[in-house]
């Protein structure tokens, strides 16, 4: 089966600064890649994603890059805020998002 | 509230007793997951279902674990003679299945989460 690996496991930045995350997928067969923000106590919840036919996605402060030679893909978000705090993970999906595997998650800390 | 809904949110039992969840997705979603978190990890694969059909079950779901979704609305997720390893945040979530506006976007509930004593 798939297995994905997310690192760091906890990240702190100053407010302002960007801030990266980085995953790796086993199965080369893997075609779609999403990203979930977690707060404390809520709910996972899309926060951008990207298929294996685009090397890079973004979204206003928000962008995902993908390397599917190297099966790695990142999470990139720039100027930071202290509402980007919060648990992140990533996820890997094939055969049209029938299975999804998450990574371990992100702790990540803005310190205004 | 139109979002995915998950009853109950919390759920003690003693270890041996079984326990039944349900999860309503958004009405319109035809695919319907069931996850399990346990602290400081991301959401664990149990099942999926598209519409009332189960089309994929994790290895790791032993016999004990049982899911329906008999009308292809809402979902029931079963654990019979629970265990204390069983302990954990119960996910649902639903999506709309194929790639309509972009996305395969899940939208998870709020979670059940389980305690076994």
């Known amino acids: 089966g798939e297995n994905v690996e997310q690192h760091p496991s906890t990240l702190s930045v100053q407010e302002g600064d960007s801030a990266v995350i980085k995953c790796t997928y086993s199965?080369?067969?893997?075609?779609?890649f999403p990203w979930y923000k977690q707060e404390l106590g809520k709910r996972p919840q899309l926060i951008i994603d990207i298929r294996s036919n685009v090397g890079e996605k973004k979204d206003q402060r928000i962008a995902v890059t993908l390397n599917k030679t190297a099966k790695h893909f990142s999470l990139h978000i720039t100027e930071t805020q202290p509402e980007d705090s919060a648990v992140y993970f990533c996820a890997a999906s094939k055969n049209t998002g029938n299975q999804f595997y998450f990574g371990t998650g992100t702790s990540l800390t803005v310190i205004p | 509230d139109t979002g995915v809904s998950q009853d109950p949110r919390h759920k003690i039992t003693k270890r041996g007793q079984n326990v039944t969840f349900r999860c309503d997705p958004i009405?319109?979603?035809?695919?319907l997951y069931w996850y399990r978190q346990t602290l400081g990890q991301g959401p664990e694969f149990l099942t999926y279902?598209?519409?009332?059909?189960?089309?994929?079950k994790s290895r790791l779901l032993s016999d004990r674990f049982s899911a329906e979704r008999p009308k292809g609305s809402f979902s029931t997720l079963e654990i019979q003679r629970t265990e204390q390893g069983d302990s954990a945040m119960y996910l649902c979530?639903?999506?709309?299945?194929?790639?309509?506006?972009?996305?395969?976007?899940?939208?998870f509930g709020p979670g059940t989460r389980l305690t076994v004593t």
């Open positions: 979530a639903s999506s709309r299945g194929g790639w309509r506006g972009g996305s395969y976007e899940q939208y």
């Open positions: 279902f598209q519409n009332e059909a189960q089309l994929e």
């Open positions: 199965d080369s067969a893997s075609n779609y």
């Open positions: 009405s319109e979603h035809n695919r």
